[in-house]
């Protein structure tokens, strides 16, 4: 089973205006975390925002936020007032395991991705 | 400037000949990764390293070796039994912040078979 499912092979959207990406998770670990990259056509991932699974609120940074429905297992990332550099690959990734407070290091598992396209 | 890089940007590899692909970074990070992607996919781990001269297999490890002789280089070579190398390479390198460990990347390696 898809353990990062991102439903949306490409989305469109205006210049300023709001867009929502979808991913939903699939994990029986109670401790994870749930990232957001970035790939433009030059190739290089750039990490946006991230949540951890007992985090109480959604993680927003600048005009990035991260809508968190547990209960869903949903991590959809929410870009505000879309500019043409937006247009890129978006992907949702996973990390499950890391224990609260301590050291622990492995594996992202990522979706297939999103193509976002800003219109003028 | 801190930061993660590749090198060679492009490689090319004959059949039955095995290659190198470079990854430094300077952030002083402990763990390092290596990730292959194919064209239109998400990214798969191929081994990864927490500490110096120490590393584990990821999930398509198979033709593929690495080491981790020094804290800020992290070489991957494909070997001649990987047969079909041609894809993208990113190279990361992550650290704990809070709860959860971040990983950056470099800026990749293509890698293409003649």
């Known amino acids: 089973a898809q353990k990062i499912t991102q439903t949306q092979p490409g989305m469109f959207v205006q210049e300023k205006e709001a867009v929502t990406l979808d991913c939903t998770y699939d994990t029986s670990d109670p401790s994870y975390g749930l990232f957001w990259y970035k790939q433009p056509s030059s190739g290089e991932m750039i990490f946006l925002i991230y949540?951890?699974?007992?985090?109480?609120q959604n993680a927003t940074e600048g005009r990035y936020s991260l809508n968190f429905q547990k209960a869903r297992k949903s991590a959809n990332l929410v870009i505000s007032a879309s500019q043409l550099g937006d247009s890129a690959m978006y992907f949702c990734?996973?990390?499950?395991?890391?224990?609260?407070?301590?050291?622990?290091?492995?594996?992202?598992?990522f979706g297939q991705g999103t193509i976002l396209t800003v219109h003028p | 400037d801190g930061g993660i890089t590749q090198s060679p940007k492009y490689l090319f590899r004959k059949e039955g000949q095995n290659v190198t692909l470079s990854c430094e970074q300077n952030l002083n990070h402990d763990a390092m990764y290596w990730y292959r992607q194919d064209p239109g996919q998400g990214l798969r781990l191929i081994y990864y390293s927490q500490i110096v001269n120490d590393f584990q297999k990821g999930d398509i490890a198979e033709g593929y070796s690495v080491s981790r002789e020094k804290k800020e280089s992290f070489p991957l070579t494909v070997t001649s039994a990987q047969k079909n190398p041609t894809a993208f390479y990113l190279c990361?390198?992550?650290?704990?912040?809070?709860?959860?460990?971040?990983?950056?990347f470099g800026p990749g390696t293509r890698l293409l078979v003649l």
């Open positions: 990734a996973m990390r499950e395991g890391a224990n609260a407070g301590g050291t622990s290091y492995g594996k992202l598992t």
């Open positions: 949540q951890g699974s007992y985090d109480q």
């Open positions: 990361a390198s992550s650290i704990q912040q809070g709860v959860w460990e971040t990983q950056y």
